[in-house]
């Protein structure tokens, strides 16, 4: 059993940052592949970036160039750097991760989630 919680989020003007983290404990983050979903109100669960421990990263095409996720063993966390944000970035941002170096897309993949941190980006 993996445990994560989220922290980080908050509320930011358009084009500034925000560094949303994700610890886990229970297990070592190095036997899985980590993802960042958002959930936006009334729209579905989508993708932002995965990052395993081989250290592979995928994007979705919304967060290229503006986001950067990493991970930090020592820590057993994996951060999410947002720069340039934009109010179409708002929502409620959860950690998942899936045992192995796969990384997915579909948050139907992802075994164990954290329990989401709300980022607001106002206008």
């Known amino acids: 059993q993996v445990q994560l919680v989220e922290s980080g989020g908050g509320l930011v003007q358009a084009g500034g940052s925000l560094r949303l983290s994700c610890a886990a404990s229970?297990?070592?983050?190095?036997?899985?592949?980590v993802g960042w979903f958002r959930q936006a109100p009334g729209k579905e669960r989508e993708f932002v970036a995965a990052v395993n421990w081989n250290g592979s990263t995928y994007y979705a095409d919304s967060a290229k160039g503006r986001f950067t996720i990493s991970g930090d063993n020592a820590k057993n966390t994996v951060d999410l750097q947002m720069n340039s944000l934009k109010p179409e970035d708002s929502g409620v941002y959860y950690c998942a991760c899936r045992q192995g170096n796969l990384i997915t897309t579909r948050f139907s993949d992802y075994d164990y989630w954290g329990q989401g941190t709300q980022v607001t980006v106002s206008s």
């Open positions: 229970g297990r070592t983050l190095r036997e899985y592949a």
